[in-house]
């Protein structure tokens, strides 16, 4: 075989493109559901329509590309699924600004053209994420790309609700939710963000006897009751009696629930259970009417003075007039408290009466627990297994519906009578009839991801094949909001069986300091800057060596170019491999112990990588296989196949041709494109990509010549530290004698004197320093070779700087008040301190003793 040559630097843009058009071209990313191969199968978490890569997708995307990429090498019928969300509010709100921009709004077009504009923004503008996957290097499955709202996805979502609503598990009320003034539509939980703001905290006297506390002023028009917890003391004969509300002449009663905290505040609270969530549970527990105050648009409908304006101008119209009548008690402002805002448009969110379809989570939800607790499912790490639990055992109803004009249509018609009817998908709505203007809430669709891509409710192959998959890699930020919702979904629709074998979460990504990413901090990665900048294995390496399973991953520039170097370093390597000779080929039995030694490594370093991807432990698996390439590899397995080589040994040829092609295929999953271009020049063969994965090999299991290695380096590693500490370059050669007769070192004298620069001792060798490491006894003549009172000099001075700290460390170590005021880890970083000043002393001495007269 000819060898290929290699550029002599690597550059990630002139590799990834081609790369990828080829992997693409040749199928190797396409899934056969008639493969007699055990199936892989993984969907992707669903971008939005509307998004960009992210850091955060980028992360999620490297985890997800390098279990396929492992799966296919490892024989398996690896399918990775990818697609969009439709994103209801964020792409609703994207259009709307356009046609905004042209003075329009969507009433102006009406709702079938507003959809078509909205269809059309996504065939133009959408999906920029799809072409920014390729560049990550995602081997996704496009020939199975889907969309939530495409047809096959569409059937999916109108069979599902049928079948809940004929179960008797959908339903419509009248229900507390979060509410968008701006949007007018009602908002998950997800899709509401919370921040402390500034705002006040207004104490009002209802009656000589009752005090409130409110930050919300201008509901108190929509109180109905007062409650006081029925154990408090102070309120227990005021309960079933009435106080007047404020400004509006209503008489309402006192009520005791147990859900009032008598510590809080004054012990009594207002209650108004169309715009308050725990205000509405207490009303429904004590049959208290609920009045609604607020329109859809935030603007109050109650009590003349107040009517028509917009709730932050009547907040502060009613303390006016409280204050007016002497009924405010205490003003405190500015109070710092949580307020929710639209996740889209920042617009504060109001707790709102209103009527929505909603999903009776309770018996889906125990499936979805019972299903991890009894192992069909496996959260991983275990530990967050617990905030599963308490989200799925502690599940409220799910709001379903949506007040927006793109998404699934809810596909019930009601009659002119008032009858209300569900329509499946191959069923026509009775003439006369009207649908429902709703749509559902987006994660409805994405809750059916794991199946309905795979042609749910139709019995397809895919779906024998694939499902349940193999593992969802996901955020645990959403945790409840979409796996617990897909476990419900999938174990409904499916007969029991769980949508993933295994949840694997991994945290959010950080800066350096370990701060969230926020524009306002200025500390945002764009992920595609770094592709551009370092390239893309060295952003999905720098990604991948922080994470670690369910926590969050701190990343940096200087990271990402430390990664870059890595992928150089593994590309200078290999280059230097072919350069002398590298082939693949069968392994002769006369190795050398170096040989034997890297082999052995190679068989601890596959094993230990496999048993850290079974556990999802990139961290551990890239910076197992980073220390194996450059530590082992690198710095010492290619010092000493030079000096063989150069010795005429042939075999270490087909040392380095095999260790190589196993590291490029271990590295693969992790770097994809630098690997892929290295493992073609080193073996001619087609793609790293179908070539198969590592197996550990216990014939190359060699204790013996771990053992002669590790002891070569020990004496190596001291000896290039003696040179360092007395001055000598790096290339100085000096003359030394080695004790290496009768011990395992003595065949690698020749490649100890190599790598040291050690000269062997001639007539009149005289020692200047003497010393020992790893059994052998070392004798080395630096006369001429250093200044030796420039020398000493600094020696002594580092000597004397050393001696301090050691008297003052001993100093605190000693006194008495401070061993025992100290905190441990104080003391015993001062106990650390001392034995380091005390090497440091023992190291210095031995040197200035080893230095030669002068």
């Not at 995307?61 to 019928?77: N, P, V």
């Not at 476990?487 to 979460?505: D, I, K, N």
Request: net charge negative.
């Amino acid at each position: 075989m000819t060898t290929p040559e290699l550029p002599t630097q690597y550059t990630p843009a002139d590799v990834e493109t081609r790369s990828y058009s080829r992997w693409e071209s040749e199928g190797y990313f396409r899934a056969d559901p008639g493969s007699s191969r055990e199936p892989y199968s993984i969907v992707l978490p669903p971008p939005n329509v509307t998004g960009v890569l992210h850091i955060g997708h980028a992360l999620d995307h490297s985890i997800q590309d390098a279990l396929t990429r492992r799966a296919r090498m490892r024989g398996k019928e690896a399918l990775w699924v990818p697609g969009m969300d439709h994103a209801g509010i964020a792409t609703q709100n994207v259009v709307e600004r356009k046609l905004g921009a042209e003075g329009l709004s969507r009433h102006d077009l009406g709702r079938q053209a507003f959809v078509e504009k909205v269809w059309q923004w996504k065939e133009e503008s959408g999906g920029a994420i799809l072409g920014q996957m390729r560049r990550l290097g995602d081997s996704v499955d496009w020939s199975r790309e889907r969309f939530t709202m495409d047809e096959g996805l569409s059937r999916a979502v109108q069979t599902i609700f049928k079948r809940l609503f004929d179960d008797g598990l959908i339903y419509r009320a009248e229900r507390i939710i979060n509410w968008c003034v701006r949007c007018h539509t009602a908002l998950s939980d997800i899709e509401v963000e919370h921040s402390e703001d500034d705002g006040e905290l207004v104490s009002i006297r209802y009656s000589d006897e009752v005090v409130v506390a409110t930050t919300r002023a201008e509901t108190m028009l929509g109180d109905t009751a007062v409650a006081v917890n029925p154990a408090d003391e102070r309120y227990t004969h005021l309960v079933g009696t009435y106080v007047e509300l404020p400004l509006t002449g209503r008489r309402i009663p006192i009520v005791a629930d147990e859900h009032v905290d008598p510590a809080f505040g004054t012990g009594a609270v207002k209650v108004t259970p169309a715009h308050d969530p725990n205000d509405f549970e207490i009303g429904r527990r004590h049959s208290l009417p609920s009045l609604t105050v607020m329109d859809e648009h935030g603007v109050i409908t109650a009590h003349g003075p107040f009517q028509g304006l917009d709730r932050f101008e009547a907040r502060p119209a009613v303390v006016a007039a409280l204050r007016a009548e002497g009924r405010i008690v205490a003003e405190k402002r500015p109070y710092v408290h949580s307020v929710g805002h639209c996740s889209r448009c920042k617009t504060v969110v109001e707790p709102r009466l209103s009527l929505q379809w909603f999903v009776n989570v309770g018996p889906l939800a125990k499936e979805a627990g019972d299903a991890v607790r009894d192992g069909r499912t496996r959260i991983h790490p275990p530990e967050l297994a617990k905030r599963y639990f308490d989200w799925v055992d502690d599940m409220h109803d799910w709001c379903i519906s949506r007040q927006l004009w793109w998404g699934h249509r809810i596909p019930v018609w009601y009659g002119p009578a008032g009858e209300v009817v569900c329509v499946g998908p191959d069923e026509q709505p009775p003439a006369g009839y009207t649908q429902d203007p709703d749509v559902l809430d987006t994660w409805f669709s994405s809750a059916l991801w794991p199946f309905s891509t795979l042609g749910w409710p139709e019995k397809t192959a895919d779906l024998s094949r694939f499902y349940p998959t193999s593992v969802l890699v996901t955020g645990y930020d959403i945790l409840f909001f979409w796996v617990a919702r897909m476990m419900m979904f999938g174990l409904y629709a499916m007969e029991g069986q769980p949508p993933f074998q295994v949840v694997a979460l991994h945290g959010m990504v950080r800066d350096q300091y370990g701060k969230k990413m926020s524009k306002s901090f200025g500390n945002v990665v764009d992920p595609l800057d770094w592709i551009d900048r370092f390239g893309a294995d060295a952003t999905r390496f720098t990604l991948l060596r922080g994470a670690n399973p369910g926590a969050d991953v701190a990343v940096s520039e200087e990271w990402a170019a430390g990664s870059r170097n890595f992928c150089n370093k593994i590309w200078n390597a290999t280059r230097f491999a072919l350069m002398n000779g590298a082939a693949v080929g069968e392994l002769p039995s006369d190795l050398t112990a170096a040989d034997r030694w890297i082999l052995s490594r190679l068989q601890h370093t596959i094993e230990a990588a496999d048993a850290a991807f079974e556990e999802f432990e990139f961290a551990k698996v890239s910076d197992l296989l980073y220390h194996f390439a450059w530590d082992e590899v690198c710095d010492w397995y290619l010092e000493l196949a030079k000096i063989q080589i150069a010795e005429g040994r042939t075999g270490t040829r087909l040392v380095l041709g095999h260790v190589f092609d196993a590291l490029l295929r271990l590295l693969h999953p992790l770097v994809p494109f630098v690997t892929e271009e290295l493992w073609q020049a080193v073996t001619g063969g087609t793609s790293v990509m179908v070539a198969q994965w590592p197996v550990a090999d216990p014939r190359y299991r060699d204790p013996a010549a771990e053992s002669e290695i590790t002891a070569l380096q020990e004496l190596v590693t001291e000896v290039r530290r003696f040179r360092s500490d007395q001055g000598l370059k790096p290339g100085q050669r000096v003359a030394a004698r080695l004790g290496l007769s009768g011990t395992a070192l003595a065949a690698q004298e020749a490649a100890i004197r190599s790598l040291l620069r050690l000269e062997e001792p001639g007539d009149g060798f005289s020692a200047t320093a003497r010393f020992a490491v790893a059994g052998v006894s070392v004798e080395i003549d630096t006369a001429g070779a250093i200044d030796v009172v420039a020398e000493r000099k600094r020696l002594e001075k580092d000597l004397a700087v050393a001696r301090k700290e050691a008297a003052q460390v001993s100093a605190k170590l000693g006194n008495e008040q401070f061993m025992a005021k100290a905190p441990e880890d104080v003391v015993a970083k001062v106990r650390a301190r001392a034995t380091q000043s005390g090497e440091d002393i023992a190291r210095l001495e031995a040197q200035l003793a080893a230095l030669p007269a002068g």
